[in-house]
């Protein structure tokens, strides 16, 4: 059987029914002949790969998604970019409901009383400045004074030393207490800088460190390497067999008012001036170590001092009968000690750790024989701090031989010394009010016991960042809490929990001292200008004093926690720059929430990375 049929194109199409094949075959074949044609031709876009390929290769193709590099299950690809988008719009959800919508948790507290006493603990540095004043110094009654201190002084070569800061209520500049002091402030900001920046101090703090060493590099030729003589104090206060002469001490002005010659004392032989100095320096430029040019201006400063102090042996105030009356220095050697210590943080140089860490050294300084002073941190004797300050390295460096012994030996001793603060045993007394008496009733005790409160809570953190809960006094094992504890309740005291209810900060609380021993602030800025006994009548008033000494710590109570708020009485209401500069350190160590912790790394960015020497080894054997 045939069919014919009309070929649209012109001829006879015939179709044979025995010769034709199955619908399947004829797919199959059509099939065939589609991929020939493709293989041999140019690719065909998605519309003519759909006419040219039968539905059931369709429906296999769109099973896949091709990218271009790889090809991809449509399903995966499919629900891959939908949840992509479903993320982005809860993410844009989550933030528009975040920005828009009220919050409703509560606001951070109210600073806390460390934070507080700091602000104003600084403020009493900017009313101790000598020299023309920055703008922004912030202390109404204070102007430029001393502007020509060292250029009347014919024996002085080195004509300008206008600037740093009087030591207490008077005007004199004292370098042995107030190289301390810089110190003391710069080892609490490389310690404690974040929670200095949490409480908007840091850039003051700093501030205040520059006041002090820039100051410093006017006493002696800072450019030099090698030098013969310091600066050792500028202004006079010796009033022995009831001299006349005026002088810091005899007359009483406003420190913008003096008129009467200002003296500078030098000395030849002052190994702990210039060790000290050179700890200043050398802890400042770690501070200041984002300053090169500064922070290597420093360094230099601090070497110079230091090799000065070690080749001219002495101590200044064997030379010089006024700082033997008020600033007597014991001994040098734990200057030797401090100084090489801090030398080394500042320059990773191997010989000031290899000196600092030399039994003799220590033994000199009294690290071995104890006796009733032992692990009390001051302006004279600074071993406690040397001590805690070495364990340091020991405890996150570990530079081992031949260092471990002698630094093993400085962490044994600051354990023992953080043990004799604790109420439980009786190396100190207290009063009943809780006051430790580190001085051992001696009259100006607060200036000692705010340096133990730092170094109690610098060590505790030291050992909170060790991953070490704590150490062992005896056979009994102390908490790091015991510590803070500790520190807390000996700075509370001078906040104000004390028997007299009073806070020993000028301006901290209610109820404090009104007649602080101190010129500037007892004599009213009035525009009179009184002589030098002109102003005694402000001395001896029993009126407040006209303005206020913010954040100065005063001397402090006796041992029986009494005091007297009496103006001409220093021994309880004058302030120093020293006992603030402590009260400084501690109450940064203290503040904030406990979030921020101690920086472990910064005092070591001069420090090589560690490489132990081996021991030498064991003498060969012999039969």
Not at 65 to 72: H, N, Q, R
Not at 275 to 283: N, S, V
Not at 450 to 477: H, I, K, M, Q, R
Request: hydrophobic share 35%.
């Amino acid at each position: 059987m045939s069919m014919y049929g009309r070929d649209p194109w012109g001829g006879p199409l015939e179709i044979n029914a025995a010769d034709s094949a199955t619908e399947d075959e004829r797919s199959r074949n059509l099939n065939d002949y589609d991929r020939a044609a493709l293989s041999n031709s140019r690719p065909l876009d998605e519309t003519q790969q759909s006419w040219l390929l039968g539905q059931g290769e369709q429906k296999k193709k769109k099973k896949y998604v091709d990218l271009g590099c790889i090809i991809v299950s449509r399903k995966i690809f499919v629900w891959t970019v939908g949840s992509i988008l479903v993320c982005g719009l809860l993410a844009g959800l989550i933030t528009l409901i975040v920005k828009t919508v009220p919050r409703h948790h509560g606001k951070h507290g109210p600073p806390d009383n460390y934070t507080l006493a700091l602000h104003k603990s600084l403020m009493f540095f900017n009313a101790q400045r000598s020299g023309k004043l920055p703008k922004h110094n912030n202390v109404s009654w204070r102007g430029n004074s001393g502007l020509q201190d060292g250029k009347s002084d014919t024996s002085w070569t080195l004509k300008d030393l206008v600037g740093g800061y009087y030591d207490a209520g008077d005007a004199i500049k004292f370098n042995f207490p107030k190289s301390f002091a810089m110190t003391m402030l710069s080892w609490s900001v490389i310690e404690y800088s974040a929670k200095y920046e949490a409480a908007g101090e840091l850039a003051h703090v700093k501030e205040i460190i520059k006041w002090g060493t820039d100051y410093f590099l006017k006493t002696f030729n800072s450019s030099a390497d090698t030098i013969d003589r310091v600066a050792s104090q500028v202004g006079s206060g010796d009033t022995s067999g009831g001299s006349t002469a005026e002088n810091d001490h005899y007359c009483w002005m406003r420190p913008e008012d003096i008129d009467y010659k200002r003296p500078v004392f030098d000395c030849h032989s002052c190994s702990d001036l210039a060790a000290e100095m050179a700890a200043a320096l050398a802890a400042a430029s770690i501070v200041f170590k984002d300053n090169k040019a500064y922070s290597q201006k420093l360094v230099h400063g601090a070497k110079t001092l230091f090799h000065f102090s070690r080749q001219q042996r002495g101590r200044y105030s064997a030379g010089s009968a006024e700082a033997a009356t008020f600033y007597n220095s014991t001994s040098y050697w734990d200057e030797f000690v401090w100084g090489s210590a801090w030398l080394y943080y500042a320059t990773g140089n191997n010989s000031y750790l290899q000196l600092a860490t030399t039994p003799g050294l220590a033994k000199h300084a009294g690290a071995f024989w104890g006796g009733p002073d032992y692990g009390v941190l001051s302006w004279d004797n600074k071993l406690a701090g040397a001590q805690v300050l070495l364990s340091r390295l020991r405890l996150f460096l570990s530079p081992g031989y031949p260092y471990e012994e002698m630094l093993r030996t400085f962490h044994n001793q600051t354990s023992i010394i953080m043990c004799s603060y604790l109420p439980v045993f009786t190396t100190f007394n207290r009063t009943k009010g809780g006051l430790i008496q580190l001085n051992h009733g001696r009259p100006q005790p607060l200036q000692y016991v705010v340096n133990a409160a730092f170094l109690a809570t610098v060590f505790s953190d030291y050992l909170d960042a060790a991953d070490t809960p704590g150490w062992y006094c005896g056979p009994t094992f102390y908490s790091t809490d015991v510590l803070r504890d500790f520190a807390k309740r000996q700075i509370d005291y001078i906040l104000g929990k004390n028997p007299r209810k009073m806070s020993y900060i000028v301006g901290f609380g209610n109820h404090y001292p009104k007649h602080v021993h101190h010129r500037g602030a007892s004599i009213p800025k009035n525009k009179v200008k009184y002589n030098c006994k002109g102003g005694w009548k402000w001395r001896d008033t029993s009126k407040p004093n006209p303005n206020t000494l913010v954040g100065a710590m005063v001397a402090g109570p006796d041992k029986h926690d009494g005091f007297h708020d009496v103006r001409t009485n220093y021994n309880y209401t004058e302030p120093t720059l020293a006992g603030n500069a402590g009260l400084v350190a501690a109450l940064v160590a203290l503040s904030g929430d406990g979030s921020a912790k101690i920086d472990k790394n910064t005092i070591f960015s001069a420090v090589p990375p560690m490489f132990p020497t081996p021991p030498p080894p064991p003498a060969p054997w012999k039969p």
